[in-house]
């Protein structure tokens, strides 16, 4: 048989390797995670800045004017997006610029189904500190405005809204007619197909730089991630700047979530090795969730302190602040652990003894049988996904201060973490099981809990 060129196996993949629709609640909830979301980011914005955080005040007006003039009242006007378009380019700009020129070790990404490996530039941590250090010395000499995330919030979210679901209907006719890589398909439903993506690794850039710049490392991590550890410092700025002061219920938000970006980009290439990135597509699901969902959401409780500088006392914060990096700390070395583990083929300790593990047996999609070592040693061998309770705990100290004046809306991020690490849960577990099999029901055997031991 005559060998396909890798553009005839690209659209032969494209062609063949399609995504399965269980039934029309595939579709419907495709629908429905398209449009809710879009407009709940105005509304909790709207309810931090304008409504003093309270989910009740958000309601009453609501019940007052209805939601479709509340939802307009909520939505910034067209001067104020357009003056926030600027700080968005300029700052995405700048983020693909250090994706390519700053200095890092070049490192394989996992085997993708069709053989292809991709490759990333590790300079996480260097571009994270580089765009702090602009931020700093930029607003010191007066060319950035400390407080400028917190200034056009709401516009740039809009604007995010709607330049994201352009690049998602991009993605999606590149995933269909110009793949980057074989791993790339269609379901033949418009609806679930631009929601969850065409392509597995869509890359653009390559005749300038000749890896590409990766969508989902820049979505992910070099904007969302990047976005979300600036904005904490921008708010503490912005209130310096309107108070003359810093309160502590801010230092405690801002000082945990900054740590916890950090580590996060220490950890960057893990997170490239992980089951959502090697199973999810680069649809409206990721980048959209990255591009305005980790901007807005996970950033509103540092947005409502900004104007609302209590105090908790030394004894509230300094708890707060130990727990929130205690947790911080759990979460780098239980996946320090894993990595050990993998790098080593299993041949390190843990905790001072031998690392246990499960031999685990695949079968690829071309009928090639391969092996994977499951740890069942340390914060791995307490539950399948005990990384998750540190996720909480860190979570939980930079979203608490909110609630000392009962304000909700402020919380809404740790509610929304709660849940999606439980589904995250179960949907990495039923993964798990379709590619491993009798390997990984005896792995639950032995680590029995999912999330908490002998409660989930």
């Not at 958000?58 to 939802?71: E, M, N, W, Y």
């Not at 179960?426 to 029995?448: H, I, M, Q």
Request: net charge positive.
């Amino acid at each position: 048989m005559k060998q396909k060129s890798g553009r005839e196996q690209a659209v032969w993949a494209a062609d063949n390797i399609k995504p399965k629709i269980s039934g029309v609640w595939d579709v419907a909830g495709s629908l429905f995670l398209i449009t809710a979301p879009p407009i709940s980011v105005h509304l909790l914005a709207y309810t931090l800045l304008k409504l003093d955080g309270s989910w009740n005040n958000l309601a009453k007006v609501v019940s007052d004017v209805g939601i479709v003039q509340t939802f307009s009242q909520a939505v910034p006007s067209s001067q104020e997006v357009w003056q926030a378009v600027p700080f968005v380019l300029c700052f995405a700009a700048f983020q693909l610029l250090c994706m390519w020129v700053v200095p890092g070790k070049y490192v394989d990404g996992p085997v993708a189904p069709s053989g292809h490996v991709p490759k990333y530039k590790a300079n996480g941590v260097q571009c994270f500190l580089l765009t702090i250090l602009v931020w700093a010395i930029g607003s010191y000499q007066g060319l950035i405005p400390a407080g400028w995330q917190y200034d056009h919030a709401n516009a740039m979210f809009a604007f995010l809204n709607v330049s994201s679901i352009f690049l998602c209907m991009l993605l999606y006719l590149k995933g269909r007619f110009l793949p980057s890589t074989a791993d790339s398909g269609h379901s033949g439903n418009l609806i679930f197909d631009f929601f969850w993506g065409t392509e597995l690794y869509p890359r653009f850039g390559h005749w300038l730089w000749p890896i590409g710049w990766d969508v989902k490392l820049f979505t992910n991590c070099r904007f969302g991630m990047m976005y979300w550890g600036l904005s904490t410092l921008s708010y503490a700025a912005k209130q310096y700047e309107l108070y003359g002061f810093i309160s502590d219920s801010m230092l405690v938000s801002s000082l945990v979530q900054v740590v916890y970006v950090l580590k996060f980009f220490s950890w960057e290439m893990g997170y490239m090795n992980t089951m959502d990135i090697q199973h999810d597509r680069a649809g409206f699901y990721i980048c959209w969730g990255c591009l305005v969902w980790v901007p807005s959401l996970y950033t509103c409780h540092t947005l409502f302190l900004v104007n609302n500088p209590y105090m908790m006392g030394r004894a509230v914060t300094a708890f707060l602040l130990l727990f929130g990096l205690l947790g911080v700390w759990i979460n780098y070395e239980s996946d320090a652990q894993k990595m050990r583990f993998r790098r080593s083929g299993g041949k390190c300790m843990i905790w001072g003894r031998p690392a246990k593990k499960i031999v685990a047996t695949y079968t690829t999609k071309d009928g090639e049988s391969k092996q994977s070592l499951l740890l069942l040693s340390g914060w791995w061998g307490v539950s399948r996904h005990f990384h998750y309770i540190p996720e909480l705990m860190a979570a939980f100290s930079w979203t608490a201060p909110t609630l000392w004046k009962g304000n909700w809306a402020g919380f809404t991020y740790w509610l929304f973490l709660a849940w999606l690490l439980t589904d995250r849960s179960v949907r990495d577990d039923a993964r798990c099981k379709s590619k491993y099999g009798e390997s990984w029901t005896k792995y639950c055997e032995l680590v029995p809990y999912k999330i908490i031991p002998y409660i989930f």
